[in-house]
């Protein structure tokens, strides 16, 4: 098949699929293969859980360097993923493979970011949330981190070559790499963190080996699919030369997605500073609540996927009506799964908690604190496809607004008068609290970008 032919099939699917059928189809694989992300993130801990508390905090101590890695990745991809979908909408096939492959170029320039704080930043990182907690948390921790930085190129493949993928509307192909690559890690997990078949037992290190060589599985996967089946964009080294003018538009959406998730990294940092004063326990709580929550807000996130290439792709071909129709269909799915996550969340926590060895400290800190925390899924749904919607459309500028009030303005400093205030069990009210912050300033720019863009979107249907 021609690039030509490429585009002609992605204008025929993009823009005139009945929108319902076309979010489900481009959004479904990517949901399927978020869940299955999710599913290892709790798995994961879960086997690191029974080496011992320390390992959990120590894994869980990782996460502020771990979302910024991914912080990289994801904001650059939702940069190319907008462009590129945005320029197929045009019919600028030249345009989109220049875009591809400066994303690529991009990629490269994070990961090698990356090396460098891993084998030079991660132990003053843990010392700084450690302080007077066990030593042997640092020391599992370094070991950890290191090695998921260090080789974090499987992980940057990963994510670029899956929002590509997705950009051309090929979810299924960007599913298969997601699911690829955490299977191989639940695979590998128990054997290289307790030594079966053979192999050394390497307890937190393995789980760390075990995530990058899943990360490499799916990154190999993506460039093998990119090549073979995604001909509405052409990848070539050769004469290739990084572009200001393209890698500026992909970080004009882009880098307000970085900062967001940087931020996310910043503030789960706080929160543990704050946290570790009570017991490491409690950031242990900490750190088996973001997994758990996983399991619901990865598949919004995988409804978002499907969701930013139809809108931008519709907003590029003037067709307002089904620019319209995508964000309100994405709404409706958003609500029904974080609704189901509420409901697990405040019937369940004991279940939940006990999957991960609870102690009968983390049960007394943790079951509180899952059901509090819980109660700002009611809400969370409208700002996650609200936040999309901006980027979709470019102006990923108000999502960077909505997440530094919500997390930074809001969430932390609450955190930490609450914390002085009513003790551990007030601190989780600052979730809650932000979030309602939250909803009230994106439903301010949903407003804003319907008065301004999405009215004045031609309607070419």
Aim: proline fraction near 3%.
């Amino acid at each position: 098949m021609s690039a030509k032919e490429g585009v002609e099939t992605q204008e025929n699917k993009m823009g005139v699929m009945p929108v319902n059928k076309l979010l489900l189809n481009m959004s479904l694989p990517m949901m399927v293969s978020m869940l299955v992300q999710a599913l290892y993130n709790i798995v994961d801990s879960i086997f690191v859980a029974k080496l011992s508390e320390n390992a959990l905090t120590a894994v869980s101590l990782a996460f502020p360097i771990q979302t910024l890695l991914i912080a990289f990745g994801t904001g650059t991809g939702v940069g190319v993923n907008s462009l590129l979908s945005r320029q197929l909408g045009e019919k600028n096939m030249k345009q989109a493979s220049r875009t591809a492959m400066n994303g690529i170029f991009l990629a490269v320039i994070s990961y090698l970011v990356f090396v460098i704080v891993g084998i030079v930043g991660v132990r003053p990182f843990y010392a700084t949330q450690v302080k007077d907690a066990d030593p042997e948390i640092l020391t599992l921790g370094v070991q950890y981190l290191t090695i998921v930085c260090v080789c974090s190129f499987g992980l940057y493949a990963q994510l670029i070559f899956e929002k590509l993928l997705q950009s051309t509307g090929k979810t299924l192909y960007s599913m298969i790499t997601q699911a690829a690559g955490a299977v191989t890690n639940i695979i590998l997990d128990p054997i290289l963190i307790f030594g079966l078949l053979g192999m050394p037992k390497l307890g937190v290190a393995g789980a760390a080996v075990a995530t990058v060589i899943g990360q490499i599985v799916g990154g190999t996967l993506g460039l093998i699919f990119n090549i073979k089946v995604n001909k509405e964009i052409t990848l070539s080294v050769k004469d290739f030369k990084p572009d200001a003018g393209t890698i500026g538009n992909i970080y004009r959406v882009g880098v307000p997605s970085i900062i967001m998730q940087a931020i996310g990294s910043v503030m789960t940092y706080g929160m543990n500073m704050i946290l570790i004063t009570f017991s490491s326990t409690a950031t242990a709580v900490f750190g088996v609540y973001f997994k758990l929550q996983s399991f619901f807000f990865m598949p919004v996130f995988g409804l978002n996927n499907g969701m930013i290439p139809i809108v931008a792709f519709n907003y590029g071909a003037g067709k307002r009506t089904r620019v319209v129709r995508t964000i309100k269909c994405s709404l409706v799915y958003a609500l029904i799964l974080l609704f189901v996550g509420f409901i697990v969340f405040e019937t369940i926590p004991g279940v939940l908690l006990g999957m991960f060895e609870a102690s009968e400290e983390m049960l007394a800190i943790g079951v509180p604190a899952l059901r509090i925390i819980g109660v700002h899924f009611l809400i969370a749904w409208f700002c996650i496809i609200a936040g999309s919607v901006f980027q979709a459309l470019g102006n990923g500028v108000y999502s960077l607004v909505v997440s530094v009030a919500r997390q930074l303005v809001v969430l932390l400093p609450a955190a930490y008068i609450l914390a002085k205030i009513g003790g551990l069990h007030a601190v989780w009210w600052a979730f809650p609290i932000a979030e309602t912050m939250s909803f009230c300033v994106s439903a301010f720019f949903m407003m804003r970008i319907n008065k301004r863009v999405i009215r004045n979107i031609p309607d070419y249907d």
